[in-house]
């Protein structure tokens, strides 16, 4: 089992810069991803990673402006966000799954272990 904690969160304004980052209790070895849920809003994917750093696949509305990475020996990801716009206010969710080395998931029902999350507000 593994916790997560997220953090890096806070009041930017449109055009700014956050990077939030997701520290694991113990060994990662998982893939991981960052969802991201607006109010009255499902939860949606944002980003996701492989194990092993070489694979990530973004939401459409993040790609070119995010950018998941992680460093296992700090048994920790990061989502490096530019250029933020309103609509991205959420909470950010870090999440991880037991995968193989190159797999990346995407589907939040995949995922086994959840962050308590973190808020992003971007103001116009």
């Known amino acids: 089992q593994v916790q997560l904690v997220e953090s890096g969160g806070g009041l930017v304004q449109a055009g700014d810069s956050l990077r939030l980052s997701c520290a694991a209790s113990n060994r990662f070895n998982y893939a991981m991803g960052w969802f991201r849920q607006a109010p009255g809003k499902e939860r949606e994917f944002a980003a996701a990673i492989s194990s092993g750093g070489r694979e990530a696949v973004y939401q459409p509305s993040v790609q070119g402006r995010f950018t998941i990475s992680r460093d296992n020996t700090k048994n920790t990801v990061y989502l490096q966000m530019n250029s933020l716009e309103p609509e991205d206010t959420a909470v950010y969710y870090c999440?991880?799954?037991?995968?193989?080395?190159?797999?990346?998931?995407?589907?939040?029902?995949?995922?086994?272990?959840w962050g308590q999350g973190t808020q992003v507000t971007v103001s116009s």
């Open positions: 999440a991880a799954a037991r995968r193989l080395l190159n797999v990346v998931v995407t589907t939040l029902g995949e995922y086994e272990y």
